[in-house]
Structures are given as C-alpha cells and as structure tokens.
C-alpha cells in the first residue's frame, strides 16, 4: 500500500514518451477536476488557484466538477485521462487514501496517480457550541460517561475516527446522519446534534461554534492550543489539499506543473481566498511527498485496524 501510494516515480519515466515534453506544454486548455460539488471549500479554492496556476503556466485551467462517493467519481476520471499534464485534479489526500483502503467499488488504485504538491490545509476538528456543558474534549468525554449525545455522521473517515475515539474512552454517542457540512452546520447550531466532525467550515461562523480537538496531526492554525489526537491516541487525519495528475504524466511536465503551484499559492487573489476562509498555506514539495504519505497512511490504517 505504501509503495503504490508513493505514486508513480519510475512510472513516470516509463511513460515520458507517451506523456510529451515540458517544452510545448500546455498547448491547449488545462482541465482541473475538482472531486466535489460546486460551492464547497475545495471549489472555492481551485476557482482562485486556476486563474493563478494559468498564469504561471502561460495557458487557460478550467475547472469542472466531478463529485461523487467522497471524491473517488473524480479521481477515477483524473486516473484515466491521458497523462499528458492537461487533465490534473484538486482534492483532498485524505479522501485520496482512504476510499481505495475502505471502498471495494472504489476503481482508481493509489499507483494511478501522481501526486504533483501539498497546496494547503484543511481545518480538521471536532467541534460544539459554546452553550453544551463542555467545552473541552476532555470534559465532552466526562460529560458522555452519564449523559447521552448525538454526534453528526458524515460517514468515511471522520465516521470511523470518531467511533475510535468513543472505543477507546468507552463510551456511546448517537450518531444523526448528516449530508455533509453543509448539512451539519444547521444541525448543530439548531441542538439536532450536540458535537460534530468539521473540515473547516466551523471557522466561518465564529464564536457560535468552539474547537473540542484538532484531528491534525500538528493542530490547528487558529486553534493552536486545542488537543491533538496525535498527542492523545497517536492518530491522526491527513488534511493537505493537493494536485495530482495521472501517474503516466512526465517527470518534465510534473516538475513544471509543481513549479507553477509554488509560485501560484503566492497570488493575492489565492492568499486572500485562504485568509478568508481561515486555511494556512502548506506547500509540500514532491521530494517529500513519499515519507509524508507514508506517514499519514500510516495513522489510517492503525485506525481501521482497531475498527475490525
């Protein structure tokens, strides 16, 4: 798993011939897949980062959408499209990781894509509303010994995180589910649901909302004092925001679409859209690309492991 998922170096080479050269590249429009709906965070971002990436490249990116089964519909297509650097994608590694472990119907393998560069960081946390008598993860878990809780359930991977949370403490939370974060911000703020899984989203509404735990494994940009569950149960979610190509795609063509992402996290436009929605910039070369994911996958699979 670790190996495929190191994605694609020697491939690289194998294919260079059937992926073309830096020099004429890009000679027609660039398609950046996004994996999710129109209007989430991810398309917010790419919206901004297409102009950028255009302009550093010398050409047009266009983005389209492609959603489904927790990004796996659009990965799919980006792993089947020529890997000649015109068709790329911006998601999310930790989607990218966890559908081929967990789904049998998922049809993309890790080894059919080539991660290009880490882009930023999503805001991975569990979080209430500061009107719940708790207001720390350590009291929410006191607080659930003797009372009963309702906790959103977007299924995936935050579902099975926090179900390994309530196996270790030895405790029980009703799970509601909830159609995603857009789904779960009205639950919460309306008492449907007292905690929840958020990708970030809880950053837009203030203090009508209150970090419990960051699930990332260095904590949170603007909740650097939250607890980690790194440092409580040595796990952690995986929450860059990448690009990717086909695993075909040159190593001339990869290194210059990684050039081009570099300098376009340093557009205005781009840093105000970060700032705006309260995301750091994490640029993650390709050179360190291997142990990262090496690192992370390991902290899912340990997961799923304790899960069976």
Do not use: C
């Amino acid at each position: 798993m670790l190996k495929r998922i190191a994605l694609a170096a020697a491939a690289a080479t194998a294919f260079a011939g059937i992926a073309g050269s830096a020099g004429a590249y890009p000679d027609k429009p660039i398609t950046l897949i996004v994996p999710y709906k129109a209007g989430g965070t991810t398309h917010t971002m790419s919206m901004v980062l297409s102009k950028a990436l255009g302009k550093e490249l010398g050409g047009t990116v266009v983005v389209k959408t492609r959603p489904g089964a927790g990004s796996a519909v659009g990965v799919t297509f980006l792993s089947k499209a020529k890997p000649d650097g015109h068709t790329i994608a911006y998601t999310d590694l930790g989607n990218l990781i966890w559908n081929p472990m967990t789904k049998d119907d998922v049809a993309y393998k890790p080894d059919n894509v080539r991660i290009i560069a880490g882009v930023s960081e999503y805001q991975l946390a569990l979080i209430a509303t500061p009107d719940k008598p708790f207001k720390t993860l350590d009291e929410l878990l006191e607080y659930s010994k003797t009372n009963p809780l309702n906790v959103a359930d977007m299924g995936g991977m935050s579902k099975t995180f926090i179900n390994y949370i309530a196996a270790k403490e030895g405790v029980q939370w009703t799970a509601i589910p909830t159609r995603g974060g857009g789904e779960m911000v009205p639950f919460l703020l309306g008492g449907k649901i007292d905690f929840a899984y958020s990708g970030g989203i809880h950053q837009k509404h203030g203090d009508k909302m209150i970090v419990l735990a960051s699930f990332l494994k260095d904590g949170l940009a603007k909740d650097p004092d939250a607890p980690t569950t790194q440092d409580r149960y040595g796990i952690a979610m995986p929450g860059n925001s990448i690009l990717i190509a086909p695993a075909g795609i040159s190593d001339e063509i990869a290194a210059k679409l990684e050039a081009a992402v570099k300098a376009a996290m340093d557009d205005p436009d781009f840093t105000q859209v970060l700032e705006n929605i309260q995301f750091p910039k994490r640029f993650i070369p390709s050179s360190e690309m291997n142990a990262f994911v090496a690192d992370v996958t390991k902290s899912l699979e340990e997961v799923l492991a304790s899960m069976q």
